[in-house]
């Protein structure tokens, strides 16, 4: 439905846009100007989701605390959240993306310390200190 005002016309809203001509007079009759493009609005992005926060943790699978052996290696195997970084004994475990990690460690005859610490990039720690004793 167009309603004339002094010589323009005016459109009705369709889905929520609405959509107009004008309509002038000319020398040779009514002259209709194409109607602006009519965008349709933009589809709503869905919310990007931070990824799940993890409180920090440490668990050790092995070796047990003052476990005695008789190899001169142990192999320290645990588990930490997958952002942390493990250090034993001041040395950098690979942490795969489940948190397991594991070392080898050469010990020396007696009683070895072993300092496992796990950290965050929000500063938190975590950590355990195991003593292997080796008995060849």
Known sequence: MLKSLGGLAAG???TGLVACTSANTGPTGPQTAPAPAVTEPAPASTPSQAPVQLDLFLSIGAPADESVVN???V???GRTTPDAVVSINEQVAAVDASGAFSMRLTLEE???TISIV???FQGKQASMVLT?????
């Open 12 to 14: 009705l809203a369709i």
């Open 110 to 112: 007696g009683p070895n």
């Open 71 to 73: 190899e001169s290696t």
């Open 75 to 77: 192999t320290v195997q």
């Open 118 to 120: 796990a950290s965050n």
């Open 132 to 136: 292997v004793i080796y008995v060849p």
